[in-house]
């Protein structure tokens, strides 16, 4: 037997240990920059699972009015209450989805901030008035995306969602057993020691990690810059806005997200319909709302009203079932039909992602679903904690304890070519990882001249 022959083992064995070295320090880098983010991501989302009983709870004097055999009045009488003494203009009217549901109108162009003026649709009495976006759950909401902060902390949400899928990956490759049984599917020891966190964090990690993968790929869409691109494609494609359900007609320049704000995903950069101006007077809200009743929109749709001589009525349903999503648009003149777009016309990847943000959401499977995500955010809550915990006790003191490079440089070829993938998909991530890659090698350096 020869030398080489006897050595080929540790050689494999040295190969191994330092493929898990290059693998544990980008899980750390990966780790230290989404940190605080995947923290905030999961506390804020864990709270908007429960948006509407926690607004309903908070602004249960404005939601919730006495239930009455009476027929609901009609919205115009309901918005003519609404705007009376108000600043702005009525922009919008959602009529009441439930008999103890107040009607609410959505008032804009005012000297502030636009507001939604809630009233009781039995008497019209206003009840009162939020900022547009300003309820609790508006707030959530915008925290949950950094958008409270502008746009480049909304960027920001944006890296770190894509970096915390390679922390999945590299978290698995992590945990993968190789033969040891501890800290595998169990945790060992008690909170005073360190191995106790480290098991915490990988079973935890082991049992979540894809679903938390999973609210990173479907929350990707509503992104900065990698979400606004496919939305591009898609629409460029035919995969998303399904443009056979409209006729030969004028459209607007103005996107349907712009003009009708909480348009879901897949319709957001669709152009808006145009009405053509006639000798005849416009219909009114009252006739426009007779017309989306009979076409079989449900209680509580959204109703937009026209904006200018151009505009259009435009009714939006988003059930929690996605399956029932639909917009429709009618020329304010003659009431004929411009758009009537449902989740059935939608392309193939539009559907996938209403669905994906759906469920993103917990509101597609009831109540399981809801509390299933919650799950998932507690559990993204205890692996940022656990994560924490586990680098103070280990940490040198004064040093931010990054674990060492592997001593074969070679072994970072494969993890950072797994980085990249992600990079290539979500440009943000790229760029964040070229200067992750800057930072590692002047790391590496500065240790090997000390």
């Known amino acids: 037997m020869t030398d080489a022959t006897l050595q080929a083992p540790a050689r494999a ?44 709870l908070v602004y249960a004097d404005l939601k919730t009015v006495e239930a009455r055999a009476a027929a609901p009045l009609p ?51 206003v009840l009162g008035a939020l900022p547009e976006g300003g309820s609790v759950m508006g707030y959530v909401r915008r925290l949950h995306s950094l958008a409270l902060f502008g746009r480049p902390a909304n960027a920001l949400i944006e890296i770190a969602a894509g970096w915390a899928i390679v922390l999945v990956a590299t978290g698995i490759y992590l945990w993968w057993p190789r033969g040891h049984r ?62 056979g359900v409209r006729a030969n007609i004028p459209m607007s320049p103005v996107p349907t997200g712009v003009a009708i704000p909480g348009t879901g995903w897949t319709l957001q950069a669709a152009p808006m319909p145009q009405s053509t101006p006639q000798d005849a007077p416009p219909l009114g809200v009252d006739a426009a709302a007779t017309i989306f ?42 009431g004929m039909t411009l758009v009537d777009a449902r989740f059935a016309d939608y392309g193939p990847a539009a559907k996938a992602i209403e669905w994906g943000i759906s469920v993103h959401m917990g509101q597609e499977y009831g109540r399981a679903n809801q509390l299933f995500m919650l799950a998932v955010c507690i559990a993204l809550v205890g692996l940022c904690v656990s994560s924490a915990v586990m680098w103070w006790k280990r940490r040198p003191k004064g040093s931010l304890g990054i674990p060492p490079p592997p001593l074969d440089s070679r072994a970072t070829i494969g993890v950072v070519a797994i980085v990249a993938v992600a990079g290539a998909l979500f440009p943000l991530v790229g760029a964040s990882l070229l200067a992750m890659l800057v930072v590692d090698a002047l790391l590496t350096r500065r240790k090997k001249t000390t």
Do not use: C
């Not at 918005?79 to 108000?86: K, S, T």
């Not at 964090?201 to 810059?225: D, E, K, R, Y």
């Not at 929690?320 to 003659?334: C, K, L, P, T």
């Open 182 to 243: 501890g800290g595998v599917v169990t945790v060992r020891a008690t909170p005073a020691k360190r191995v106790f966190w480290r098991d915490l964090h990988a079973v935890t990690g082991a049992f979540a990690g894809l679903f938390i993968a999973f609210l990173a790929l479907t929350g990707m869409p509503w992104s900065l810059v990698w979400g606004a691109g496919l939305k591009t494609v898609l629409f460029q494609t035919g995969g998303g806005y399904p443009s």
């Open 13 to 56: 064995a040295v190969t191994r240990e330092n493929v898990y070295r290059a693998v544990w320090r980008w899980h750390f880098y990966a780790g230290l920059f989404t940190l605080p983010f995947l923290f905030i991501l999961a506390v804020t989302g864990g709270a908007y699972l429960f948006r509407d009983e926690i607004d309903g």
């Open 75 to 125: 919205p115009g009488d309901i918005i003519a209450a609404a705007v009376q003494g108000r600043p702005g203009k009525a922009a919008a009217f959602r009529g009441p989805a439930t008999p103890d549901g107040s009607a609410e109108v959505t008032l804009r162009g005012g000297h502030g901030p636009g507001e939604i003026v809630y009233v009781d649709p039995y008497d019209g009495r």
């Open 293 to 334: 009743a009979g076409m079989g929109f449900p209680a509580g749709y959204g109703l937009a009203l026209p904006a200018g001589p151009n505009g259009v009525y435009s009714a939006s349903a988003y059930p929690d079932d996605v399956s029932g999503q639909r917009v429709a648009h009618i020329d304010q003149y003659s």
